[in-house]
C-alpha cells in the first residue's frame, strides 16, 4: 500500500473592509489553550472581517442539543446543536462596514461569548506551501506594510493565519493562535497575500 506523504500548508485571510474598497505565532499548542465557553470556528476572534453581501455561516461547537443564538448587526439567529456538537446558522448578508462592531453568541446553558471590533469587507483566501510564511515586513513590500503599520489611523486590512498542520485529510478545526492581525501588525502578514 503506497501512502501519501502529507504536505503542510499555509493559509492567510486576508480582509480589506469598505474603507478600502471605496477609498483612492506564540510557542503555545492549541491544546495548551483554556477551552472557551462556547467553541466557535476560527475566524470568529476579535479583530474578525465578515464576508458582505451574501449570506454569513457562523458555525461552531456545542454540548449536543443545545441552542445557540447569535446576534450581529440587528439580527438574530439561532441554530441547535447536533448530536456530534456541531452547529451552524447563517447571517443575511451584510453590507460593507468599517465600523467596529460586537458579536454575541450565547447558548441556552446561559454561556455568552461577546466578539468585539468586527468589521465587515471582503475576504480573500492566499494558501500555499512556505512561501505563504515569507513575512511582509521581510520582503519587497516592506515599504507598504512599515506604511500600514505606522499610519495615524488604523487602516482597515486584517489577516487571519492559520497554525501549520500536517495532515492526509482535510481537518474539521483549524487553530490560529495568533488570531486576526490588525495593519498595526502588517509586517507579519504574509507577504504574498499583502501583495495580491
Request: overall charge positive.
Amino acid at each position: 500500500m503506497k501512502v501519501m506523504n502529507p504536505r503542510r500548508t499555509h493559509t492567510a485571510l486576508l480582509a480589506l473592509t469598505a474603507a478600502l474598497l471605496l477609498s483612492p505565532i506564540p510557542s503555545l499548542t492549541a491544546q495548551d489553550q483554556p477551552a472557551p465557553s462556547i467553541e466557535l470556528g476560527s475566524p470568529f476572534r476579535d479583530n474578525a472581517v465578515l464576508q458582505r453581501e451574501m449570506p454569513l455561516p457562523v458555525w461552531g461547537w456545542s454540548k449536543p442539543g443545545t441552542t445557540v443564538t447569535v446576534e450581529f448587526a440587528g439580527q438574530k439567529e439561532s441554530a441547535k446543536a447536533a448530536a456530534d456538537g456541531k452547529w451552524m446558522l447563517k447571517l443575511k448578508p451584510l453590507k460593507a462596514n468599517a465600523e467596529p462592531a460586537e458579536m454575541v453568541v450565547s447558548d441556552s446553558d446561559g454561556k455568552k461569548v461577546s466578539i468585539k471590533n468586527i468589521l465587515v469587507g471582503e475576504i480573500w483566501m492566499a494558501s500555499g506551501q512556505s512561501n505563504m510564511e515569507w513575512f511582509a515586513g521581510k520582503s519587497m513590500c516592506s515599504a507598504l506594510a512599515q506604511e500600514l503599520t505606522k499610519a495615524k489611523d488604523e487602516v482597515p486590512i486584517r489577516e487571519l493565519r492559520t497554525d501549520t498542520v500536517s495532515a492526509l485529510y482535510p481537518q474539521e478545526k483549524v487553530a490560529s493562535l495568533a488570531g486576526w492581525k490588525t495593519s498595526r501588525a502588517a509586517g507579519d502578514f504574509s507577504a504574498l497575500a499583502l501583495a495580491f
